[in-house]
T-cell receptor
Framework: GQSLEQPSEVTAVEGAIVQINCTYQ??????LSWYQQHDGGAPTFLSY????GLEETGRFSSFLSRSDSYGYLLLQELQMKDSASYFC????????FGSGTKLNVKP | ETGVTQTPRHLVMGMTNKKSLKCEQH?????MYWYKQSAKKPLELMFV???????ENNSVPSRFSPECPNSSHLFLHLHTLQPEDSALYLC???????????FGPGTRLTVL
């Protein structure tokens, strides 16, 4: 299978900026997606990078560099409600998910 | 009704029971997925159906049996499960090669 690595846990304060990295050991995929999952909830889609570069959606941005085999999710102006787990996933003929990063936002 | 729905939301069953999980999507998608999510583990892909044909069976034990009667419905039939099968079972749908999967709320399964 494919291997995607993310930090297991990140802590930041309200109003701060946090970057969650996703490194992978694969190539030839269609794109990189990011999902958010609150405790007890289902994953929800945040962003998709089909091409290298930065995609911005409000407070969230995602970046992909195929030549460097990594991507990241950038969360700005953190809010308490951003406390959740964040998963990266690469798309081949199916999705391969990373193990997720638990983000703790503190006041 | 829109989005992806799953029933039941919670299920407790004994090891000798037979039960089924149901997933329904009204998004016009042509691919549907079953995932298993155990505590502190990544999402594990179980089955993929594309255009109602099973295109992926990720070495899942035969006590899990999927069924896709049409492009809007997906079932997961369960029998003689083990306690280690207790997990959150998530259904998702997508259109081909789209980077966005839509997930249902999941079924929290407990096997006693």
């Amino acid at each position: 299978g494919q291997s995607l690595e993310q930090p297991s846990e990140v802590t930041a304060v309200e109003g701060a900026i946090v970057q969650i990295n996703c490194t992978y050991q694969t190539s030839g995929f269609y794109g990189l997606s990011w999902y958010q999952q609150h405790d007890g909830g289902a994953p929800t889609f945040l962003s998709y990078n089909g091409l290298d570069g930065l995609e911005e959606t409000g407070r969230f941005s995602s970046f992909l560099s195929r030549s460097d085999s990594y991507g990241y999710l950038l969360l700005q102006e953190l809010q308490m409600k951003d406390s959740a787990s964040y998963f990266c996933a690469v798309l081949f003929n199916k999705f391969y998910f990373g193990s997720g990063t638990k983000l703790n936002v503190k006041p | 009704e829109t989005g992806v729905t799953q029933t039941p939301r919670h299920l407790v069953m004994g090891m000798t029971n037979k039960k089924s999980l149901k997933c329904e999507q009204h998004l016009g998608h042509n691919a549907m997925y079953w995932y298993k999510q155990s505590a502190k583990k990544p999402l594990e892909l179980m089955f993929v159906y594309s255009l109602e044909e099973r295109v992926e069976n990720n070495s899942v034990p035969s006590r899990f049996s999927p069924e896709c009667p049409n492009s809007s419905h997906l079932f997961l039939h369960l029998h003689t499960l083990q306690p280690e099968d207790s997990a959150l079972y998530l259904c998702a749908s997508t259109s081909d090669k789209s980077g966005e999967q839509f997930f249902g709320p999941g079924t929290r399964l407990t096997v006693l």
